[in-house]
């Protein structure tokens, strides 16, 4: 609705999954960094932490986009609150396998297991490597189902791991795979993403609105200094946060977001709470 009112070419404080999107914060560029180390070298599986709205999809998202398509085959799981079978069912599926039973009483670790090791080893064979992807993966409540994920990391050919884990999640992630020890031991790289400070939210929002068309800016350093102060540095806050305001400038004709309409936004805004 403000895009024209604005010189916009689209919006720029949509929650998607563009990596044009991605602010490359120096944490984030560091944390895609040691993600494509992992995935680039075969070291077997990384985990990225974060609280709820940090980015980690949206990186995460980015790390696949970059790869060579050609040579990469990719399962992204976003539900995994699931048994430690049916978690391996959607592994299967999502790597292209078929004809996969729907019955909980037909299915089996073993049947889905040799179904997973035999897409590896074609891959393999094709010169493809394999990434498998369990984003939220904090929800996972069946320990068997941690203990499925660390076998699946067994599937080595002479020196090299058929497949990179990337497990994703809100920070008690950490503390769960704190007690699943031989999993633990698996982890080659972990990072943990935090808030934006008050210059990168700064740069952010501006940022945003260049990949949207408008290189001007908007937010004046008081509306800025309110962003900051009730999003916490979350981007997920802070792209609810400017929406709304930039939705609450346009309606009163006024090209430029300041601190009272942030404040205005927020006070409308049930996630603040």
Do not use: W
């Given at each position: 609705m403000y895009k024209e009112f604005f010189g916009l070419k689209e919006e720029p404080f949509e929650n998607t999954l563009d990596p044009r999107f991605l602010y490359r914060s120096s944490q984030m560029t560091e944390a895609l960094s040691r993600l494509q180390y992992v995935v680039e070298n075969?070291?077997?599986?990384?985990?990225?932490?974060?609280?709820?709205?940090?980015?980690?999809?949206?990186?995460?998202?980015?790390?696949?986009?970059?790869?060579?398509?050609?040579?990469?085959?990719?399962?992204?799981?976003?539900?995994?609150?699931?048994?430690?079978v049916e978690l391996l069912r959607a592994i299967a599926r999502h790597l292209g396998a078929g004809n996969l039973p729907h019955n909980l009483n037909e299915m089996s670790t073993d049947y889905f297991l040799e179904i997973i090791e035999d897409i590896l080893i074609n891959n393999a064979k094709d010169g493809r490597?394999?990434?498998?992807?369990?984003?939220?993966?904090?929800?996972?409540?069946?320990?068997?189902?941690?203990?499925?994920?660390?076998?699946?990391l067994n599937f080595q050919f002479e020196t090299r791991f058929l497949l990179t884990l990337l497990l994703m999640g809100q920070p008690e992630l950490s503390e769960k795979i704190s007690k699943a020890k031989q999993l633990l031991q698996r982890i080659a790289i972990s990072f943990h993403i935090g808030p934006l400070s008050y210059e990168e939210v700064a740069s952010y929002i501006v940022y945003r609105l260049g990949v949207a068309g408008v290189e001007r800016q908007i937010f004046n350093a008081e509306a800025i200094e309110v962003v900051y102060r009730m999003s916490g540095?979350?981007?997920?806050?802070?792209?609810?946060?400017?929406?709304?305001?930039?939705?609450?400038?346009?309606?009163?004709?006024?090209?430029?977001?300041?601190g009272r309409i942030v404040e205005e936004a927020a006070a409308t805004s049930f996630w603040l709470a």
């Open positions: 075969r070291k077997g599986s990384a985990v990225l932490t974060g609280v709820y709205g940090c980015g980690k999809t949206l990186l995460a998202n980015t790390l696949v986009a970059g790869l060579n398509q050609r040579n990469y085959q990719t399962a992204f799981i976003t539900n995994p609150q699931l048994t430690s490597d394999t990434l498998i992807i369990i984003d939220e993966a904090h929800v996972i409540a069946d320990l068997n189902a941690m203990e499925e994920l660390r076998l699946l540095g979350i981007p997920r806050r802070i792209n609810n946060l400017c929406d709304l305001s930039l939705l609450l400038c346009s309606a009163r004709n006024s090209q430029v977001v300041a």
